[in-house]
């Protein structure tokens, strides 16, 4: 909702600065069109989500879509993030929300780890139990994920 906020109010300054003026269904229009790239991009056929959450506010949001879905049972989360992040509070509010976490290196030079970010998932205190049913599915995911990239094991 921040981003449409956002992009109103540039519309408003630039009918204002501009003379220009927008109509609303032309609004509305592209609203409904736009597309955040990162952003909660669903791939239903594998059943996977990814999103970009990179900050404080983003993970946030990421927490409360996955709450109104009344998804049956926990997902598991590849996550990465990059060292000059708030990381510490983000794994907070991540870590109750997963069944299982996969720590993994973004390809960027400010990544953190997958080392460190263990390190800070068990700093944590959380405790997680993988059950027969998470292993099965990461062990699907794996697959695909081995598959799509060609990786032989």
Not at 67 to 74: D, G, M, Q
Not at 99 to 109: D, G, M, S, T
Not at 135 to 143: A, E, G, I, N, P
């Amino acid at each position: 909702m921040e981003n449409v906020a956002l992009v109103w109010q540039v519309m408003s300054v630039l009918e204002k600065k501009l003379n220009i003026n927008f109509r609303n269904c032309a609004i509305e229009k592209g609203l409904n069109n736009a597309k955040m790239i990162g952003r909660l991009d669903v791939d239903q056929d594998n059943m996977i989500i990814r999103d970009g959450a990179h900050n404080i506010s983003a993970v946030q949001a990421l927490i409360d879509t996955l709450k109104t879905w009344h998804l049956k049972v926990k997902p598991i989360l590849i996550l990465g993030i990059l060292s000059d992040k708030n990381y510490n509070e983000m794994i907070e509010i991540l870590l109750p929300h997963f069944e299982l976490i996969i720590a993994v290196k973004p390809n960027n030079f400010r990544a953190l780890s997958s080392d460190e970010l263990i390190t800070v998932i068990k700093k944590s205190r959380i405790l997680f139990l993988l059950s027969k049913s998470a292993l099965r599915k990461l062990w699907h995911l794996l697959k695909k994920i081995v598959l799509l990239n060609n990786i032989l094991l």
